[in-house]
């Protein structure tokens, strides 16, 4: 009887090990997160030269021209937002997973109140929300008051409804 007790629990323990271990996996993740985010930071930089370059070769001389500006700069800003939202997924999961650090211990997970996998879901849907809001600000600027942007308008509230609905009751 105490024979079988121990071997119950030497198998528990290589089951717990191989479970620790296998928190590693998420470095995975982490690294196409963090790659993404960089990637994206390039391109934004990369975007926002080309629109200086053509900003100073043809400088806008009417409001339509103006709106064309502002367009193209919230799309550098929305692309922006998605390469942080990639980075606050790269270092929530790193720091959730696999060198578990307090909250007080981390200025940037502190600064996001981030303390466990559902305070990292939370926070991607509210920067998801501003995306989405971003999207629908340049659907409005570039297309002005049309029923297409009404309807766009209302599919986007809708999603962001849902969005806040669903991480309100994810608890």
Do not use: W
């Not at 930071?41 to 100073?56: D, G, K, M, P």
């Amino acid at each position: 009887m105490e024979l079988e007790c121990l071997q119950n629990n030497k198998d528990k323990q290589m089951i717990e090990h191989a479970f620790h271990k296998s928190r590693l996996l998420v470095l995975v993740a982490v690294a196409a997160a963090a790659l993404s985010a960089v990637l994206l930071y390039f391109a934004s930089l990369s975007a926002l030269a080309h629109i200086f370059i053509e900003l100073f070769q043809d400088m806008p001389r009417s409001s339509d021209d103006g709106k064309i500006l502002a367009v193209k700069l919230l799309k550098v800003l929305d692309l922006l937002l998605i390469a942080i939202s990639f980075q606050i997924i790269a270092v929530g999961l790193y720091r959730l997973f696999i060198t578990p650090v307090h909250k007080e211990q981390s200025a940037f997970l502190s600064a996001l109140n981030i303390k466990n996998f559902h305070d990292l879901k939370t926070t991607i849907i509210q920067v998801s929300v501003v995306i989405m809001v971003i999207l629908f600000l340049e659907q409005a600027v570039e297309h002005g008051a049309t029923l297409m942007t009404l309807y766009f308008g209302a599919a986007v509230a809708l999603v962001i409804f849902a969005a806040i609905y669903a991480s309100k009751n994810m608890e």
